[in-house]
């Protein structure tokens, strides 16, 4: 059975830093495209980073030079590094596959911006 489980958010004053992990069991993470999703209040979930299975990797515009996606597969993990942050940022922040999300969602991990 596939299980996700993000974690890493918290509540953070603009401009600060945030590191996002995202742990998976029953499934192997590295032959897979991965992303990082978010999704704010009242709005869709739009994807933010994406990591090929080979490590090439893509950003949103609204995070490319702020955030850095990243894959151990040694651990089974994909991160997040969110640096700069904004309230812009303020979303609940999932992992999945890229481009279409096959695995069941994890219940995500609450980042909020705010001085």
């Known amino acids: 059975q596939v299980h996700i489980v993000e974690s890493g958010g918290g509540l953070v004053q603009p401009g600060g830093s945030l590191r996002l992990s995202c742990t998976a069991s029953g499934i192997i993470l590295s032959i897979y495209n991965m992303a990082w999703y978010r999704q704010a209040p009242g709005k869709q979930r739009e994807l933010v980073a994406t990591i090929t299975s080979r490590g090439s990797r893509s950003y949103a515009d609204s995070v490319k030079g702020r955030f850095t996606i990243a894959r151990d597969n040694a651990k089974n993990t994909l991160s997040l590094q969110m640096n700069s942050l904004k309230s812009d940022d303020t979303a609940v922040y999932y992992c999945?596959?890229?481009?279409?999300?096959?695995?069941?969602w994890g219940q995500g991990t609450q980042v909020t911006v705010s001085s």
């Open positions: 999945n596959t890229s481009p279409s999300s096959v695995l069941p």
